[in-house]
Each structure stands twice: as structure tokens, then as C-alpha cells.
């Protein structure tokens, strides 16, 4: 009975899973890394001509990364990331930095198949996106393929979703099923639609915590969100706030009151606001003294903001925000750039998030008239 056993899991640990491989591209080591735990190294293991043997420590099914030293220094992209559970064997072949496939213990037979449905639904989508990306490199206009992207993007995410769904109703028995469950990307129905498809065993087997811990994310996600919604929506308050300027002095919202103040929520690291800045430059020029700009630094060393703000040569107000405040909590900011319009009498008029060009739209349309 105990060698029938060792058969089952592949020779593998319980608490441990089983790593064989012979991927080219590798060189002398590979480091595995957590997902959930921030890309948390679990330790790095020797490889010779792409091929590798070792035991790792996982506790509990979780996504896990193996990528080689020089793509952690940010060198190259070689890795390979699936989904690791303790007890199991699995088997890599193929290339590193191309394609590469699963085999070992009767779950990553599963799986290797499921990665296959994967693979065979994201088909259209990848050949879609790549062939948006070379017309970019060609000097399409971002605009225009934004554009398009967005208006077919909700089709081909649907019948990706499909393709999955079909999967798992076709195989409601297989863990593997529910390891796709979290490639319901924020869609909260679907995963719990496609969890509600399996088995009672599979359903509320070892695999639970994984999808299920997926599921509670995207929801609590969501529900942070819907907060910062509340915070940002057209007719709220703007709360009041003091910052130092880039001179030192306190500015306050409220020392503004009477014009429209947009609020600008940036940093020097974030590639999108620096990307923005020539248009956002152009529009302060083309509707001066009708609004005025504060941009609130988040995130940057204060000498870094200063040096940034004389480098981009921006012409508009600016205060820093330190660490320590509650402005970015007080507004619900979630990513960058936030921008905030408000109004003379101190309340929001309208917030954009990202670098949209429907911003633009908008500011023409409030003060162009």
C-alpha cells in the first residue's frame, strides 16, 4: 500500500512539490518565487544545460514563478509560472523564454491539458494584440488602436470566457478545472458560476482555498473601488487638505476656492503621467486662467519630485505628498495618474483615471465654450 502511494503523488513530499525539468534557455540556476507572497523567494536551485531536480517547500496550492537571476535583474524574460501543489511531481520540457509543457503526477497530466484549453482560447486575443502592437511600432496612432481595442476587447473576452467555461463543464472532476478558475479575470459570476460547475470532492478539495481565495480578492477588490467611487463622484465635497509647495510653504485646496482646480495625483515613477505631460502642458496653455493645475507628488523622495517638476518644466502649482498623509486614502486613489476636476465651489466636477484621451474631450467641452 505505501509503495501504491508513493506511485500516486510521484514519489513527491507531501508539503513539497517535485521539480523536474529540461527547458532550454536555462543556464546554471533557476529561482522559484511565490505569487502571493510578493514574489518571495523560496529558494534557488542549480540547473546544468536547462535540466533540473529539486524538492520545494509549498505548504499549500499556490502560484508559483521559476525565472532565471538575470531576469530578476531585469536582464531578460525568461520564466515559467504555474500553479504548485504540495505533494505532486510535475515535469517541465520545451523553452524557457517560448513554450513549454506539463507531465509528472495524474494532476499535472490534468493540468497539461487544461493549459492546452488555455493556450487554444487565448489564440485569437494574442494574435489580435500582437498585431496591434506591430501596427504601433508602424506609427498607427495609440489613439485609434485604443480606440479599437476597447470596442472589441468585451467580444473576444467573452468567447475566451466561454472556451473556459465549456472546459470545465466538460471536466467538472479534474482539480485542474478549478486552477482555471481565477482566469475569470474580475469576473466575480463566472468564477463562482464555474466553481458551482464541479464536483462536490473537487469543489471543496485541497484546490478551495486557491480559487476561492482568488474569488474573495477580486470581490474585496471591488468593494475598495466602489469606496474610492463614492469619494470621486461628480458633486462631492473636495476634502480640504494642506501640503507643502515646492518652495516649502503650505498651499491649501480651500485657499483656491473660486476657480476650478484640477487636481493631478502623480510621480516621476509612473511612466503614464510623464507620458502625459506635453498634453497636459498643451491644455493648461490653451485654457490659462480659465482652471488652474495642482499636481500632489505621491510616492517620490521630495528631492526626486523637485528635480522632476524643473525637468518636465511644468508650469502649474505643485505640493508633495508624504507618506505619512491621508490625501490619497481622503480621495480613494487607486492608481496613476488620478485626475481630479473641481469646481468653484469645492466640489468634484469629474475624475479620470489613467491617461485618457476622453480627458481632453472632456476639458475642451467644459471650457471651450
Given at each position: 500500500m505505501a509503495l501504491v502511494a508513493c506511485a500516486q503523488i510521484g514519489f513527491a513530499q507531501s508539503g513539497k512539490l517535485h521539480v523536474q525539468a529540461n527547458l532550454a534557455g536555462l543556464t546554471d540556476s533557476v529561482v522559484v518565487l511565490s505569487v502571493e507572497q510578493g514574489n518571495k523567494q523560496l529558494g534557488t536551485f542549480a540547473a546544468k544545460d536547462g535540466k533540473f531536480d529539486f524538492d520545494v517547500d509549498v505548504d499549500h496550492v499556490q502560484d508559483i514563478v521559476l525565472a532565471t537571476p538575470a531576469t530578476l535583474r531585469r536582464?531578460?524574460?525568461?520564466?515559467?509560472?504555474?500553479?504548485?501543489?504540495?505533494?505532486?511531481?510535475?515535469?517541465?520540457?520545451?523553452?524557457?523564454?517560448?513554450?513549454?509543457?506539463?507531465?509528472?503526477?495524474?494532476?499535472?497530466?490534468?493540468?497539461?491539458?487544461?493549459?492546452?484549453?488555455?493556450?487554444?482560447?487565448?489564440?485569437e486575443l494574442i494574435e489580435y494584440t500582437n498585431g496591434l502592437q506591430q501596427r504601433l511600432q508602424a506609427g498607427e496612432s495609440e489613439e485609434a488602436i485604443g480606440k479599437e481595442y476597447r470596442e472589441k476587447w468585451p467580444a473576444m473576452r467573452d468567447k475566451l470566457f466561454d472556451a473556459l467555461t465549456a472546459y470545465i463543464r466538460q471536466h467538472p472532476d479534474q482539480e485542474a478545472s478549478a486552477a482555471l478558475i481565477p482566469s475569470f479575470k474580475n469576473d466575480v459570476a463566472k468564477m463562482e458560476e464555474a466553481a458551482g460547475m464541479l464536483t462536490a470532492d473537487v469543489k471543496n478539495g485541497r484546490m478551495k482555498p486557491y480559487y476561492q481565495g482568488a474569488?474573495?480578492?477580486?470581490?474585496?477588490?471591488?468593494?475598495?473601488?466602489?469606496?474610492?467611487?463614492?469619494?470621486?463622484?461628480?458633486?462631492?465635497?473636495?476634502?480640504?487638505?494642506?501640503?507643502?509647495?515646492?518652495?516649502?510653504?503650505?498651499?491649501?485646496?480651500?485657499?483656491?476656492?473660486?476657480?476650478?482646480?484640477?487636481?493631478?495625483?502623480?510621480?516621476?515613477?509612473?511612466?503614464?503621467?510623464?507620458?502625459g505631460i506635453p498634453q497636459m502642458k498643451e491644455y493648461y496653455n490653451k485654457y490659462k486662467g480659465k482652471f488652474e493645475i495642482l499636481g500632489i507628488d505621491c510616492n517620490d523622495p521630495e528631492q526626486k519630485w523637485k528635480d522632476a517638476v524643473k525637468k518636465h518644466e511644468l508650469p502649474w502649482l505643485h505640493?508633495?505628498?508624504?507618506?505619512?498623509?491621508?490625501?490619497?486614502?481622503?480621495?480613494?486613489?487607486?492608481?496613476?495618474?488620478?485626475?481630479?476636476?473641481?469646481?468653484?465651489?469645492?466640489?468634484?466636477?469629474?475624475?479620470?483615471?489613467?491617461?485618457?484621451?476622453?480627458?481632453y474631450t472632456f476639458l475642451d467641452e467644459t471650457f471651450g465654450k
Open positions: 536582464q531578460e524574460s525568461k520564466f515559467v509560472s504555474f500553479v504548485a501543489v504540495p505533494g505532486e511531481s510535475v515535469e517541465l520540457t520545451g523553452n524557457i523564454a517560448e513554450r513549454y509543457d506539463f507531465a509528472g503526477s495524474k494532476f499535472y497530466q490534468q493540468y497539461h491539458e487544461a493549459d492546452l484549453a488555455m493556450e487554444n482560447a487565448q489564440k474569488i474573495d480578492r477580486i470581490k474585496s477588490s471591488s468593494e475598495r473601488e466602489q469606496a474610492a467611487a463614492r469619494k470621486q463622484e461628480a458633486g462631492v465635497t473636495a476634502p480640504d487638505f494642506t501640503l507643502n509647495d515646492i518652495n516649502g510653504k503650505p498651499l491649501s485646496l480651500s485657499s483656491l476656492r473660486g476657480k476650478y482646480v484640477l487636481l493631478d495625483f502623480w510621480g516621476s515613477w509612473c511612466v503614464w503621467c510623464i507620458k505640493v508633495y505628498n508624504p507618506r505619512d498623509s491621508k490625501v490619497l486614502e481622503d480621495y480613494g486613489i487607486q492608481g496613476f495618474p488620478t485626475k481630479i476636476l473641481v469646481g468653484p465651489d469645492g466640489k468634484i466636477v469629474k475624475t479620470v483615471v489613467g491617461e485618457d484621451p476622453a480627458f
